[in-house]
DNA sequence: TCCCATAGGATTGTATGATAGTATTATCGT
DNA sequence: ACGATAATACTATCATACAATCCTATGGGA
């Protein structure tokens, strides 16, 4: 039973298989809501009131609820207990927090990347490092992050570590802004891009100790920038 | 209207305040769930169909199914569109990647530990491992489980970093059935008592170094011997 | 005028019922 | 034994309803 898809797929690098188009609506809600949130249309601290998300998105309740429980363990979100789901803050120190865990496993990926990676995830790197520099030059933040994401997701696939990869994930949806912000920093984003390429040369060259260090420079950098936002936007609410 | 407050609390530590009773019923159900789960009451690959969850758990549908968004963005469950959910397998290559990741994790606690803990928290760190040194004479696996991770929760408390402590506490959710069991492995609770007293000196002598290495090495053991027990128990199945 | 309390509105928390769509299983004819 | 079709069992989504609770505004009293 299995021949012949293995004949159609003799000559084939990514199998043609659908990937279960069954796309439930409510991925899409929380997409949605998500890039609401990452866009700056709802700001920190602000309401979001179910029956405004059902608007938006043109979905029932049930499906904004799911979408929110959703959102709410990814930290994006608080919801209170009958005040409903608030777009959630971030503290200087809590950011200071994620970036400090952010380090350690970028530095991790640098390690199980060139531990793991082959000619493929290598080459893929090269490009995104590439296209990411180019990226820089523009002036529009998301699509630097954008290409910054690229480039990251990269050096997580030659790492070949799930649960890395998803946990990054998570930690960066929750600062979305902040990493798209401090990239307009004047001077940052030159910066940032001599700092990966220390890190890229560490990566190619096989040095295992450089790349993390260089890693966790880098975020160490990132951070500062991202931290000295938060304090001057935000320097004693609450 | 905050002096009589203040005043009420003057000589107390934790105030009384009730913190939010307000728990909602769908907390109590993921934590069911959740539980059942942990406990093997369902087993890996297994469906929980809605219907059945809601009269294990005796709320409606609407509940049930907020509670497996957010186990499934845990990574507890798997949610197959139109399928429903399944109790989420861990392969032996996830599992080594999250071990992986919690070994960098653990060594930043301690780094951190060392650089923020207090009189307190140092206390408290020695007496859950003192707890936990009595813990692992038990047979039951889950007393032994619990004992670690209340010993982990103040090493955690201690360095205080959020991002840190529910990215673990999410990490460790996924393999709780597999610390238990590799705890089991004959030799394996002696063992890592002795690691982790190895780490307690490092911590407590304020070797940051020292600290982190012992960390990874634990984790790295009980890495081994976890991946050990799924490699064997499911060879080669799929 | 200012404070307090009560009432009313807004929103969440939870439940129920309904319908459509899809995957799995059972059935049946050949 | 095999393939097609029908039956079943779920999920996916929606609409609706009602209690509980929070917030606000209104109005009375000092």
Chains 1, 2 share one sequence.
């Not at 009958?82 to 971030?90: D, L």
């Not at 490009?127 to 030059?137: G, I, N, P, Y």
């Not at 890229?200 to 260090?213: C, K, Q, T």
């Amino acid at each position: 039973m299995d021949e012949r898809v293995v004949k159609a797929n003799v000559a084939v690098e990514h199998d043609f298989r659908v990937s279960r188009l069954a796309a439930p609506l409510r991925h899409s809600v929380v997409d949605s809501i998500r890039s609401a949130i990452a866009v700056g249309r709802f700001k920190v601290g602000e309401r979001l009131p179910e029956r405004g998300l059902c608007e938006m998105t043109g979905v029932s309740r049930t499906l904004v609820r799911e979408a929110l429980r959703q959102l709410e363990s990814e930290g994006l979100i608080h919801v209170l207990p009958h005040r409903g789901p608030v777009v959630a803050a971030v503290t200087p120190e809590q950011a200071e927090g994620i970036y400090q865990v952010r380090a350690q496993l970028e530095g991790l990926a640098c390690e199980l990347f060139i531990a793991k990676a082959n000619d493929a995830t290598r080459k893929a790197l090269k490009e995104a490092f590439k296209q990411l520099k180019s990226a820089m030059s523009s002036n529009d933040p998301s699509i630097r992050v954008n290409a910054k994401n690229r480039f990251y997701q990269c050096l997580i696939e030659g790492a070949g570590n799930e649960a890395l990869g998803q946990t990054l994930h998570l930690l960066n949806s929750r600062i979305t802004v902040l990493r798209a912000t401090s990239l307009q920093v004047p001077g940052r984003a030159k910066e940032s891009i001599r700092e990966l390429n220390d890190l890229m040369e560490a990566l190619l060259a096989g040095d295992a100790a450089a790349a993390r260090a260089a890693a966790v420079r880098h975020v160490a950098m990132a951070a500062e920038a991202a931290i000295d936002i938060l304090r001057r936007e935000h320097p004693a609410d609450k």
